[in-house]
């Protein structure tokens, strides 16, 4: 059993940085993937970034357009432990933020492990 809770969130101004993360318990195998997922009052759940992990030393990450350059996902392997680090927040940031598991694609419909939710509020 995989189990993942996350901290970091907060309040913070435009333009201002936050770094999540998501503590790993349980055993995941080699060649997972680890996201970040977000979702917003009204809107649907929508993946953030992706860390994928081949189990011999390669990852490879990917983002959605709308943080690409702002938000970087990386991992400690020695603490369990997944971020994201957050700059140049905006106010459409604003949202409830998920770290999640799959153990075996990093298609969003693979990931079965899930954590409660860290909010992030971003203020104009």
């Known amino acids: 059993q995989v189990r993942l809770v996350e901290s970091g969130g907060g309040s913070v101004p435009a333009g201002g940085s936050l770094t999540l993360s998501c503590a790993v318990s349980?055993?995941?195998?080699?060649?997972?993937?680890m996201g970040w997922f977000r979702q917003a009052p009204g809107k649907e759940r929508e993946g953030v970034a992706r860390l994928s992990f081949d189990g011999i030393g390669t990852s490879t990450t990917d983002y959605a357009d709308s943080v690409k350059g702002r938000f970087t996902i990386s991992q400690d392997n020695a603490k369990n432990t997944l971020y994201l680090q957050m700059n140049d927040l905006k106010p459409e940031d604003t949202a409830m933020y998920y770290c999640a598991a799959s153990q075996t694609s990093c298609a969003i419909s693979s990931f079965d492990y899930w954590g409660q939710g860290t909010q992030v509020t971003v203020s104009s």
């Open positions: 349980g055993n995941i195998r080699s060649g997972y993937c």
